[in-house]
């Protein structure tokens, strides 16, 4: 007869299997058979003789999802992910700083400031948890509200609450439209809902910004900053100069596995206004740069200086020459 410890570890891994057969909405999308992996591993979940042994077996049970939202947390709060996408950075905080000290920037937070490019308004935002918040933001804006033109910094920014990302949006819009669209598994007995089902923002606050804007934009976006990047680009006045975003936006919850652990599962899965996935997939530029910063001054930031050219273009200060080889433009 299997052990108390033993079948302490067999709960647990029926519980996180059960509610993942209940909630997660993209098993079909990322082509995984969740029964045919729950016969797998529940037999090495039988043979776990320590938390350790169980925690390993649901994190190889989890990894083929290859879903940065799922991951589980160790009774001292530390998180044990099941996924590392490879992340093709195109940010360097020392080059970065470097280029900030000629913008009179100023840190409000590590992830959130502001400053003055070429002439043109700079936003700096690596965060959309506390304290960037929507009063945050909308104090920045009015600030920034004569500027003719503003560069928004979201190449680093991972996610948090894609409310204040969305709120944020709706300064840019002079219209309501449909921001993304989500996609969330249903319970048998609801009927008459459209899926996907679609998130609306419009025009909030006694003004809109509709200068020229340049969104900067990387794989170390992920999650909020996916619906932001995927919002803004769909407004006439907003170009989106950087790599495609990461590609992770599943809005997850978190369950208790047992024994001080937790667990976290997606809710949803999320589409771009253009009803393509964003997930596994990102939102990509309208200009999409190579990173090559070796071939420019270690002080200068070549996206942000990108950034100030095109908005120049935008003003009608000067042409940028079509073509260039670092370049390839998209269309929107």
């Known amino acids: 007869m299997a052990s108390a410890l033993t079948r302490s570890f067999v709960e647990q891994f029926d519980t996180l299997w059960a509610r993942f057969d209940e909630v997660y909405p993209s098993f079909a999308y990322k082509q995984v058979d969740w029964r045919a992996q729950r016969a797998v591993y529940r037999t090495r979940a039988l043979g776990a003789r320590s938390q350790d042994e169980l925690i390993a077996v649901l994190v190889d049970m989890l990894t083929p999802l290859h879903d940065l939202h799922v991951w589980l947390v160790d009774p001292r709060g530390q998180a044990v992910p099941t996924f590392r996408p490879s992340v093709r950075a195109n940010f360097e905080r020392g080059r970065w700083e470097s280029a900030m000290r000629e913008a009179s920037y100023v840190a409000h937070h590590r992830d959130f400031g502001e400053g003055t490019v070429g002439g043109y308004a700079y936003l700096y935002i690596g965060s959309w ?112 100069v950087g790599d495609t975003t990461g590609g992770a936006s599943g809005n997850p919850a978190t369950f208790v596995l047992g024994n001080g652990w937790r667990f976290t599962v997606p809710r949803w899965l999320e589409f771009g206004p253009d009803k393509l996935p964003i997930e596994g997939r990102g939102v990509a530029p309208h200009l999409a740069m190579r990173w090559d910063p070796a071939s420019y001054d270690s002080a200068r930031d070549p996206l942000i200086d990108a950034a100030v050219g095109l908005l120049g273009e935008r003003n009608g200060v000067y042409l940028i020459a079509p073509g260039a080889p670092h370049e390839t433009r998209v269309q929107r």
């Not at 920014?157 to 993304?180: I, K, M, P, V």
Request: aromatic share 8%; hydrophobic share 45%.
């Open 129 to 240: 948890k506390e304290p960037v918040t929507q009063d945050a933001l909308d104090l920045v804006l009015a600030r920034l509200r004569d500027a003719p033109g503003l560069i928004i910094d979201v190449r680093t920014n991972a996610g948090g609450t894609d409310q204040t990302a969305l709120a944020f949006a709706s300064r840019f819009t002079t219209r309501t439209f449909t921001a993304s669209y989500v996609a969330i598994r249903m319970d048998s007995l609801v009927r008459n809902i459209e899926m996907p089902l679609a998130r609306t923002i419009g025009p909030r606050g006694g003004w809109q910004f509709t200068r020229p804007v340049v969104v900067l934009s990387g794989r170390g976006g992920f999650s909020a900053t996916e619906s932001f990047v995927a919002a803004m680009r769909t407004l006439p006045q907003v170009t989106v």
